[in-house]
């Protein structure tokens, strides 16, 4: 046995650095203003929730809590909402907007470089309804991915719909269309269209539904079509004139997450995949009190992170670290470091060895009210913020 | 955005994978069975060939878009991808088999021991079966030739993939119960095929055309 205490994080965990967390931070706060832009409030659910023992639900990481019960940290931030929401908000009927920015954990497979920490960053519109919530929900995902910098181009956001897929399979006897939407569910459009024939659909229904899952784009006609175009066409309404379109209807997109019951969509990225998820899921709210229509999303932030960075982005620039170097007189250089800030310059006395990516300028305290330059020059303290802004 | 690139399956399954791709026009001329070079340029497609095992890996982490595995692969792996067709082709069960003088001793020994011991090169399909059907188990994972256990004493059961069942019958084994049966299957990693659908539903099209009329 290796004696040593191991040096790094639990498999699936990582240590965020302090470049990554800095840019972290940069798109969080947009997102956290885009979202408090159209009106939504951040609260905090707890990081454990209740387990089960369902061995479906087998990504959640639970463990035991010292009183025996089997407790889980929070595997999604929907679930959780909805909770509070069902057992805090019983009596209350009107429009509720809740934001997240905060960490869920899935397990993985060992080995699979799978991560079992996820941070998300969501809204959830609960109350609304009707096809102008889901277009409002839909143009907020990408007015946050456009607002951190990434570019949204055509199949960038991809929207489906899982009335439309039930709707695609409503030939077939109940028992049977669970069977194929769960098959669907888990990415398996073979087995459930083998399942579809066995179930006796007609050819032609079943050729529809064919088309409609891997046909290429317009494999769906008719007023399910129409329906998911009408969404995205009233989201688009959200940049009045703009030109470039985005929004790909798609209706093979049922996500894995069983609880959602009408719009869904996704935000994909050529090198990161799925970069946000989310849609419709009126009925969640009602297992855990008053039934609630709701939406809403979840951007995956590292993910987000990790799109912004293959497309060459940089967080916007900080005003640079000014490193004081103290000179013997100690009082003198607090009260330098005290005028440097005055004038607003953000100050470390010393030296930083981790700069995180951030702009750094030297200086050394000459008295109270001056210092000089790397470059030789004597500046004011009190005028050097004002002199580097400019 | 780099090309489609195509996972294909060394072994069993190469020829036949093969031989689909040509007859829907991929060029696969730059590939050979048994060859050295692993990514080949077909065209508008890039091909990767990879041990089965690694093609689920590949595609669910999107190192690869497409690929032609075996259900049986997907099956224990459980990667999380998509699956697009059944190409009907490399057909084999996934079964429970045991020496067939044996089964009255090691049941016996069920009630006894209130377990037994099971040898499988696929621990993860056994050990979904077992939990299934409530049957309490050891697994006990083998790298290969899982049909040796029972003889040498290993194992009481194995779990094992077969086709057409003459490697059971050399060891003196016989099939217990069917688990699940497997055929190649075109995949793909959601995200790419969400994102690059326009590229791929005429591979998928062509392909389902393909497996109908065989």
Known sequence: MNQQSPIGPPRGFRDILPTEARELGVIEQTLAETFADSGFTPLHPPLLEYGAADSAKRRRMQFLDSDGSLVALRPDLTTSVARLVG?????????????????????????????????????????????????????LLVESLERCGLPVCESTVQVGNIRLVRGLFAGIPEAARVEVVDALRQGEIAGALSRTREAGMPLDELERASRALTGGAGGIDGAEAAELCRVIELARERWPGRLERWGVPNP??????????????????????????????????????????????????????????????????????????????????????????????????????????????????????????????????????????? | MRPLRF??????????????????????????????????????????LARPSDIATYVERGAADLAIVGKDVLLESGARVMELVDLGFGACRFVVAAPPGALERSLDEYRHLGTLEVATKYPNVAERHFRARDI???????????????????????????????????????????IASSTARLVANPAAYHLRRREIAPVVERLAAWAAAR
């Open chain 2, 136 to 178: 309490a188990v050891e697994i006990v994972k083998v790298a290969g030739s899982a049909e040796v256990a029972p003889l040498v004493g290993l194992a009481d059961w194995i779990v094992d993939l077969v086709a057409t069942g003459n490697t059971l019958r050399a060891n003196g084994l016989a099939v217990v119960e069917e």
């Open chain 1, 87 to 139: 057992g805090r908000y019983g009596d209350m009927t009107g429009v509720l907007r809740l934001s997240y920015v905060a960490p869920v954990f899935r397990e993985e497979p060992a080995m699979s470089g799978g991560s079992r920490e996820i941070l998300q960053a969501g809204v959830e519109l609960v109350g609304g309804e009707g096809a102008l919530a889901d277009a409002e929900i839909l143009a």
């Open chain 2, 7 to 48: 996972a294909l399956a060394q072994g069993l399954l190469l020829n036949e994978a093969l031989a689909a791709l040509r007859a829907i026009g991929v060029d696969v001329s730059g590939v050979t069975p048994g060859g050295r070079r692993l990514v080949v340029d077909g065209g508008d497609i890039e091909l990767v």
């Open chain 1, 252 to 390: 093979a997109l049922v996500p894995a997450l069983p609880y959602y019951t009408g719009i869904v969509f996704e935000a994909i990225h050529p090198d990161a995949g799925v970069i946000a998820s989310g849609g419709r899921y009126d009925l969640l709210i009602g297992a855990f009190g008053t039934p609630r229509p709701a939406i809403g999303f979840a951007i995956d932030v590292l993910q987000l992170h990790r799109a912004l960075f293959a497309d060459a982005w940089r967080p916007r620039s900080q005003r640079p670290l000014l490193l004081l170097r103290a000179s013997a007189d100690e009082r003198a250089t607090m009260r330098c470091a005290a005028a440097l800030r005055a004038g607003g310059m953000a100050v470390a006395l010393g030296d930083v060895a981790e700069r995180a990516g951030r702009a750094v300028i030297e200086a050394e305290v000459i008295d109270e009210r001056r210092v000089k330059l790397a470059d030789g020059r004597v500046a004011e303290a009190r005028a050097l913020g004002a002199e580097i802004d400019s």
